[in-house]
């Protein structure tokens, strides 16, 4: 369990690391229905760097509490799968970065939405901090449910994030 957790964890800050790369990549981007203090985020550089900064500090505060949950498990972790599982993360989402940056789109992306996406890939490591806390004798079945939702909602970001893409 802990190899799998601190595993996912590095794929999550690599999923973060590349979305805010894609954030500051951008164009042309819509704000509608993204807000910041109660207005709308401008829809300009100054939008998008915010932005941008908001979601690394935001994103990176999950993180860094993740990575304290995670910590007293160090021990037990196999770093030997683990290290270049979080290689094999950090190089697939390079390439893909790398493939897919300056394809055209079918719609103006909207940046709020954007920000967003990597939250649903890292719901599921939530749920399993705070079940794991709570069900801790149950882990293989804790592990099961863990793996089920972080590949149910790795597929569906995926889909959906790739679905505002064509290919022309």
Do not use: C
């Not at 993204?34 to 401008?42: D, P, Y």
Request: charged content about 20%; cysteine-free.
């Amino acid at each position: 369990m802990a190899s799998v957790m601190w595993t996912y964890w590095f794929q999550s800050v690599v999923i973060g690391v590349f979305q805010y790369k894609k954030i500051l990549d951008l164009k042309e981007f819509s704000t509608e229905g993204f807000t910041s203090n109660g207005r709308r985020v401008e829809e300009n550089e100054k939008g998008k760097k915010m932005t941008a900064r908001f979601f690394v500090i935001h994103y990176g505060f999950f993180h860094f509490v993740y990575m304290v949950f995670l910590f007293p498990l160090v021990l037990r972790v196999e770093w030997l799968s683990v290290i270049p599982g979080a290689i094999a993360f950090f190089l697939n989402h390079r390439r893909s970065y790398e493939l897919h940056q300056g394809e055209p789109r079918r719609n103006t992306p909207n940046i709020g939405s954007m920000m967003f996406f990597p939250y649903a890939r890292i719901f599921p490591m939530h749920f399993i901090l705070i079940m794991g806390a709570v069900f801790a004798s149950k882990s293989q079945l804790i592990l099961i449910i863990f793996l089920l939702l972080k590949t149910g909602a790795d597929l569906l970001m995926h889909v959906v994030e790739h679905r505002q893409k064509s290919q022309v």
